[in-house]
Every structure is written in C-alpha cells, then in structure tokens.
C-alpha cells in the first residue's frame, strides 16, 4: 500500500482527535475501575488474541472457499481492533475506559503475534512463507501518539 497525505497524516490525526474526544467523557476513576477488576481486560484480551483468530481459522477451515480468501479471513482475524473500534463502544455508551485499555493491550500483543500467525496461515493454505515483520517501535510510538496520549491529555 502506496503512503499518501491521507494516510499518514490526516486519518491518524482524524483518529487521534476522536480519542481525544472521546476521552474527554472519561474520568480517572474509571480506569482505576478495571485495575481494581481486571476480569474483563484479560478476558477481552484473550477473546480478541486467542479466540478470534482460533474462530477466523476455524471458518477457513470449515467453509469452502479459495486459499487466498481463506488468508484474507484468518488476516482480518489476527488483526485488533483500534481506534474506531473504541469510537463504536463510546456511540454504543459502553465502557469506553475498557475498550481503549483493550485497545492498548492488544495492539501491542499483536506486534508480536500477527507475524507468527500470518506465516503459519501463509504456509498452510498457500504453501508459502513470507518474512513478515512489523516495526514494533514506530508501531508502538503510533499506538501511543493515536490513542494513549489524547485519551489521557483529555482526562
């Protein structure tokens, strides 16, 4: 995919001024609330890491359809979730401080595991292997700068 203005300027700023807004409905307390009970972010977590991808490869398996669809689905199932996910649950007027925690959580786990994942995927239904690799601290340092940082400057 081609880098443009749109890309990789105006959508992360676009993304970062939601967070920041959507920041501005949370107070300290609530994310004080999930360190008194993590219950929810390791479940949410270990749903969005372990347990989607396990269903993305499971319909891969299951329904008929052709290897490189079948790739596509278990990609979009190893991918997390990121900002405009956060802005669904706000608009739903779920827990905002949940959702961006989860965020957090499982972007930065995913650094780690998309690769693994995608290889294996790769090797299964195309019988390739590609090096695939993401740059864990630009990564890392968008994670922040889109949705920690304007989440927590507003609170």
């Known amino acids: 995919m081609q880098s443009n203005l749109f890309t990789t300027v105006l959508l992360p700023l676009a993304l970062a001024i939601v967070m920041l807004g959507m920041g501005l409905s949370?107070?300290?307390e609530d994310f004080k609330r999930i360190t008194r009970y993590p219950?929810?972010?390791?479940?949410?977590?270990?749903c969005q890491v372990v347990l989607?991808?396990?269903?993305?490869l499971l319909i891969a398996?299951?329904?008929p359809m052709e290897r490189?669809?079948?790739?596509?689905l278990v990609v979009l199932a190893v991918c997390p979730g990121g900002p405009s996910s956060n802005l669904m649950t706000y608009l739903a007027k779920g827990d905002v401080a949940l959702s961006v925690t989860?965020?957090?959580?499982?972007?930065?786990?995913t650094v780690f595991t998309i690769?693994?994942?995608i290889n294996l995927t790769l090797q299964h239904f195309l019988e390739e292997s590609a090096a695939i690799s993401l740059p864990i601290g630009q990564t890392m340092l968008q994670i922040f700068l889109i949705t920690l940082l304007p989440t927590a400057i507003s609170i």
């Open 26 to 28: 949370l107070v300290p």
């Open 39 to 46: 219950k929810a972010v390791v479940i949410g977590t270990m």
């Open 52 to 56: 989607l991808p396990l269903i993305g």
């Open 61 to 63: 398996f299951v329904v």
């Open 68 to 72: 490189a669809l079948a790739v596509g």
């Open 102 to 109: 989860l965020t957090a959580l499982s972007s930065i786990i």
């Open 115 to 117: 690769p693994i994942l």
